[in-house]
Nanobody
Framework: VQLVESGGGSVQPGGSLRLSCAAS????????MGWVRQAPGKGSEWLSI????????NYADSVKGRFTIDRDNTKNTLYLQLDDLKPEDTATYFC?????????????????????????WGQGTQVTVDL
């Protein structure tokens, strides 16, 4: 399994970014995919998940209405559109592959904030929001 994120950068508050996650090494169309983020000194924060066919999407309350998850199964690519960015969105963003095709929950992040080893993880892309 290989997951490679891109699209991070530095933006001003209110700005937008589109993150991408290129997947390979597994049958992309059969697994749910998601995003988490981690700020310095903090545990992982689950953000969003999309089912294998794209029909179900769930979001954390902290990003609902501002972030949009999507996937293109013809390109084996996962996306996260980040709009109306705030300084508190500054973090490293990671995409992940769930171990379940029908997963629509937060199982890839443990209550401790650690990442569930049953999921597969990318290396992350940095998003910085400041003036």
């Amino acid at each position: 399994v290989q997951l490679v994120e891109s699209g991070g950068g530095s933006v001003q508050p209110g700005g937008s970014l589109r993150l991408s996650c290129a997947a390979s090494g597994f049958l992309f169309t059969t697994f749910s995919m998601g995003w988490v983020r981690q700020a310095p000194g903090k545990g992982s924060e689950w953000l969003s998940i999309i089912s294998h066919g794209g029909g179900t999407k769930n979001y954390a309350d902290s990003v609902k209405g501002r972030f949009t998850i999507d996937r293109d199964n013809t390109k084996n690519t996962l996306y996260l559109q980040l709009d109306d960015l705030k300084p508190e969105d500054t973090a490293t963003y990671f995409c992940y592959k769930s171990w379940i095709g029908s997963d629509v929950g937060k199982g890839c992040v443990l209550r401790s904030g650690d990442r569930n080893s049953r999921c597969s993880w990318g290396q992350g892309t940095q998003v910085t929001v400041d003036l």
